[in-house]
C-alpha cells in the first residue's frame, strides 16, 4: 500500500509542473518502514497496487474523479457552453423615457424580484400620472352624478334616459380611469414629480448595468441585466445526425474545464434551429450545482445506452507494458488491469476490467500512476 504524504501533495502546481517535464513526483515518498516486518507488510500491499491518499489532497494534487460511462463506439461527444435558462435572465429595459438620477446597484450586486435597479425622471412619467389623477377625479363625479340621477330616478322627478345617460357617462369615466392607471403602472408607476423606479422581474445576480446618472435613456432601452446563477442550462451546437441519436431525458455525463464531472439531462432538441447549416441545438439542464456562467464545458451521452465501457483517454496510463486505471475507493485508489478498445473524442473503449458505473481517476491520473511506479521501485531495493 503506498501512502502519499500530504505535506508534499500541498505543493500542487510546483508538483505537477515537475511531472510535464518528466521528472516523477520526486516530492511524493511513502513513508519508509521502521523495522524489517513493517517492509515487508509494507512490500506485500503495495503488490496490490493501494494507494492511500484523501479526497481533499487528491483534489489538491490536481486529481479529477469521473465516472465510467458506458456505450463504447455509439456515444455522442458534444461540446457546449453554460448558459443561464431563459427563464432566469432579465434584460430590464426603461419602461418611459427620462434622465437617471441614481443607478442603486452594481454588476455582482444580488437583488430579490422587485428589487429597485434604477431611479430616473420622467416628464412623461409625471403627465402620465397627472392624466391617471385627473381622470379618477372625472370617474368620481360621474359615479357621483350618477347616484343623484337613480335617486331622482325613484323620486320620480328626473326621466329615464337621463338616469341611462349619467350611467354611460360613470362608465365612460370609469374606463378611462383604469386605463390611465394602467399607463401609470406601465410607467413605472412614477409619482406627480415623475419620478420612477425601475425594478427587476427576478431575483438574481445583477449581470450588466448599461445607465450611469445623469445621463438620458429613451424608452425601451435596456438599464440592467438580471440572471439567476442557480438555474443554468448547456447549450450544445451539434450534427443533426449526432442529435438523432439523443432524445430528450436521456443523461448527460458533463465534464468542466478543471475536470469535474457533473451529471446532466437533456431537457431540449431543436434538429433545425441552425437552418441551411444543419446543425442542431441541444439543452442540458445540470442536475446540480458547480457549473460557472459562460464556461465551456464537454459531455458525452450515450445513444443506446449500450456497448463498452468508455473513460476519457487521460484515465488510462501505461505501466509495466500494460493498460492500467486507477479505481477509486475509499480512502485512495487501486490499480486496476483494462483492455482498451477504440479511442477517439478523447474518450477510449474499455473493452475489460470495467463495466462501467465505476469511478476512476480521470485528469492527473498520471500523478498517481508516478506515485505508485516509484513507491513499488523504492520497496524493491
Known sequence: MIKIDRRALLSGAAILAALAAGYGLASLRPPAAETPHEEAAAEAKTEEGRIE???ADASAAGI??????RGGGSDVRLTGRVEAAPDARAVVAAPVAGVVERVLVSPGVQVGAGGGLVLIRSADGALASAEAVAAGAEAEAAQAALARESRLLKEGVTARQDFEAARAAAARASAQAAAARARVTASGSPGVNGRATIRSPIAGLVTGVQVAPGGFVAQGAPVAEVSDPRRLEVVFNVPADAAAKLKVG???????????EVAATIIGLAPLAQGATGAAVVRARPDRDGLTPGAAVSAQASADGEGLPSVPSEAVQTLEGRSVVFVAEPGGFRLRSVTVGRSGGGQTQIVTGLKGGETVAGRGAFVLKAELAKGEAEHGH
Not at 479529477?64 to 460511462?69: I, N, Q
Open 53 to 55: 491518499i484523501s479526497t
Open 64 to 69: 479529477a474523479v469521473v465516472t465510467v460511462g
Open 250 to 260: 436521456a443523461p448527460l455525463n458533463l465534464i468542466g474545464p478543471d475536470g469535474r
